[in-house]
């Protein structure tokens, strides 16, 4: 069965300081994909990432950051320098190899204060 | 890039009543879905909307509560059928481009509230 835990249910930092998002996985597949969307207040689902299981190379991205580690199954994000703007809900997602279905986490709430 | 839309955007609708939820998209994409999200919720995918044919759906989703349409490559539409308070969500279409190994793009979702 495929599964995706992300067990912070809500973080809240203050501006400027680091957050790391988790998000654990299940999978029996060798090749899978991992996503990491956005959900800001106006609900619209933004893409911010995918990565191929077999490409477990860190990526980063402006202020954002990836890492991927198969040997815990494990895909978590980190916000450097957070901002304002990057309150919203975080959602992590797996997806087989041979499916198109989209397997979500529960969301992480993430909220920045001035 | 492409611009995915959906009408409307909200709705408050009575019980037993039907709504019908349009998905746009302005550029011809190789798969559409249709998600739907529950108050405070993670997302759900209620099935891959097939061209020219019958979509296929998830399990506890059938095509009577939840008929579906996709007439060609840019456009589907999703009823929510017999509507109930426990139907409010935000219904959200996505698609892919080019390959299907590519990431799934969302539209910005349709909020429905059932009264």
């Known amino acids: 069965a495929q599964k995706v835990t992300q067990a912070q249910t809500e973080i809240s930092v203050v501006e400027k300081e680091d957050v790391t998002l988790d998000c654990v996985y299940e999978?029996?597949?060798?090749?899978?994909?991992l996503f990491w969307y956005k959900q800001p207040p106006s609900g619209e689902l933004v893409f911010l990432i995918r990565?191929?299981?077999?490409?477990?190379q860190n990526e980063i991205s402006g202020r954002y950051s990836w890492n991927f580690q198969k040997s815990t199954s494990s895909f978590n994000f980190t916000i450097t320098a957070s901002q304002v703007v990057d309150s919203a809900v975080y959602f992590c997602?797996?997806?087989?190899?041979?499916?198109?279905?989209?397997?979500f986490g529960t969301g992480t709430r993430l909220q920045v204060f001035p | 890039s492409a611009v995915i839309s959906q009408k409307p955007s909200r709705d408050i609708c009575q019980r037993g009543t039907s709504l019908t939820i349009q998905c746009q998209v302005d550029?011809?994409?190789?798969?559409m879905f249709w998600y739907r999200q529950q108050p405070g919720q993670s997302l759900t995918l209620i099935a891959t909307?097939?061209?020219?044919?019958?979509?296929?759906?998830e399990s506890g989703f059938v095509i009577d509560k939840f008929p579906i349409s996709r007439p060609n490559l840019t456009f589907s539409t999703l009823t929510v059928s017999n509507l109930s308070p426990e139907d409010s969500s935000i219904y959200l279409c996505s698609v892919v481009f080019g390959t299907s190994y590519n990431e799934q793009f969302f539209g910005p979702g349709t909020r429905l509230t059932v009264l």
């Open positions: 550029s011809q994409v190789t798969m």
């Open positions: 997602a797996l997806r087989s190899y041979n499916t198109d279905k989209l397997i």
């Open positions: 909307a097939n061209q020219g044919s019958e979509a296929t759906y």
């Open positions: 999978t029996r597949d060798t090749t899978y994909y």
């Open positions: 990565r191929n299981s077999f490409d477990e």
